[in-house]
């Protein structure tokens, strides 16, 4: 099994930025695929962003460049840095990591962006 704690959401104001991390125990040398998903108030769950072990990334469409998704393989951590946010964006951002017969899901981050 991984377990996951993830950290750093909270409040913005629209255009700020926040830095989403989560860490990695146990397993870790079975991780393939990190991930962040977030979910909306009265949403389906959608995929933020991904990155592979071989650090291959992906990113929704929607974001228009403004996440970044990093990986320390080292660290078991997987970093979303957030910048430009808006209103839209809000919403219980999850860690996820995968590999080939388990994934796990962290707890989840609230992230809120108003004025």
């Known amino acids: 099994q991984v377990q996951l704690v993830e950290s750093g959401g909270g409040p913005v104001q629209p255009g700020g930025s926040l830095r989403l991390s989560c860490a990695a125990s146990g397993r870790i040398f079975k991780i393939l695929l990190m991930a962040w998903y977030r979910q909306a108030l009265g949403k389906q769950r959608e995929l933020v962003a991904s990155?592979?072990?071989?650090?291959?990334?992906m990113y929704a469409d929607s974001l228009n460049g403004r996440f970044t998704i990093s990986r320390d393989n080292a660290q078991s951590q997987v970093v979303l840095q957030m910048n430009s946010l808006k209103p839209e964006d809000t919403a219980v951002y999850y860690c996820?990591?995968?590999?080939?017969?388990?994934?796990?899901w962290g707890q989840g981050t609230q992230v809120t962006v108003s004025s």
């Open positions: 996820y990591v995968g590999g080939m017969d388990f994934e796990s």
């Open positions: 990155i592979t072990s071989a650090g291959n990334s």
